[in-house]
């Protein structure tokens, strides 16, 4: 597959995404993200990733921040920490998150799936959701999301999809063919990886053995 320096190139596309959806920049990038914060319901994937008190968290990808949210809820005296390219959507995500933020137990940081700038093992939980398509390097964010991982620690990546996606949400499903090689990169770093349809996205988690 074609490797690339270019940090807006997508993997699946074989070309840059330049949807203020994917690579969220200026004022229609805030507005994409302000869209996001109101259509992104992420319950299911907080209940799949199987968040306990005390876990430290990182999610890829945060946009406007609605799962930082539902997660910090969960961590009790754990961490939620995130990366994501977009200054704008940290900004969003900062402000949607602040007492979090303030209190230590949110940590939202500039970075992306293949350089998040982490420990090694620095992870219980490793999540990512609506961001694997603008990789610029799948194989490369998979051994990012696998260095920051704890042995035995759950990795969820999630897509557009699920068994009761609206029409919207339809359109941006992936192919089989595209899920098949998300699933092979994944079990190529990670074991156990199941596919799941959730109500509008399509899951896959995976350990670290
Ligand atoms: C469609 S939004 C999804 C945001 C959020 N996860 C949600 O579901 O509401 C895509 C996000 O991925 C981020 N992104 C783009 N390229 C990325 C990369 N290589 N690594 C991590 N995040 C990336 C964008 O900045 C944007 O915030």
Not at 59 to 85: K, T
Not at 182 to 191: K, L, S
Request: hydrophobic fraction near 40%; proline fraction near 7%.
């Amino acid at each position: 597959m074609e490797t690339t320096t270019d940090p807006n190139h997508s993997w699946v596309f074989g070309r840059p995404a330049n949807s203020p959806f994917a690579h969220p920049r200026g004022l229609i990038g805030t507005l994409a993200g302000r869209i996001m914060r109101r259509t992104n319901r992420q319950h299911e994937v907080a209940d799949l990733l199987d968040v306990r008190p005390g876990h430290h968290v990182l999610e890829i990808g945060y946009g406007p921040g609605v799962l930082v949210g539902l997660l910090a809820e969960r961590v009790g005296d754990g961490r939620v920490c995130g990366v994501d390219p977009s200054p704008e959507m940290r900004e969003l995500a900062v402000r949607g998150n602040r007492a979090a933020v303030r209190a230590g137990t949110v940590d939202l940081r500039l970075g992306s799936a293949d350089a998040t700038g982490f420990p090694d093992a620095a992870f219980d939980r490793v999540v990512t959701v609506n961001t694997v398509v603008f990789w610029p390097d799948l194989e490369a964010g998979m051994r990012e999301l696998h260095r920051v991982t704890k042995p035995g620690g759950r990795v969820l990546i999630a897509w557009h999809g699920g068994s009761n996606p609206s029409r919207a949400t339809r359109a941006h499903a992936l192919p089989e063919h595209v899920l098949a090689r998300i699933e092979e990169a994944m079990a190529g770093v990670f074991t156990g990886v199941v596919r799941r349809e959730l109500s509008t996205l399509t899951a896959f988690t995976a350990t670290r053995p």
